[in-house]
Nanobody, 115 residues
């Protein structure tokens, strides 16, 4: 089982990034997918979640209207489009696959928002 995040980096405030999480080793379409983030010294927090069929999404209040989660079950990939980035969005971003039987995490990708 692998979840491999990519797309992180350094961006100026107000900029955009698109994170990707490529899954392998399990039946992707049977899992809800989510993005979490964690800043050093803080607890890991849920950013966005998308249901396995892709029809239902939910977001943390702090990112509503700025971030969009999506998935492509044919490509076994989940995305996080991040717009209007703020310095407080700086964190390591992780993707997670979840269903009642299993939970898998990626290794994370660093996002730094700074001028």
């Amino acid at each position: 089982v692998q979840l491999v995040e990519s797309g992180g980096g350094l961006v100026q405030p107000g900029g955009s990034l698109r994170l990707s999480c490529a899954a392998s080793g399990f039946t992707f379409r049977r899992y809800d997918m989510s993005w979490y983030r964690q800043d050093p010294g803080k607890e890991r927090e849920l950013v966005a979640i998308i249901a396995r069929a892709g029809g239902s999404t939910n977001y943390a209040e702090s990112v509503k209207g700025r971030f969009t989660i999506s998935r492509d079950n044919a490509k076994n990939t989940v995305y996080l489009q991040m717009n209007s980035l703020k310095p407080e969005d700086t964190a390591v971003y992780y993707c997670k696959a979840w269903n009642l039987a299993n939970e898998y995490w990626g290794q994370g990708t660093q996002v730094t928002v700074s001028s």
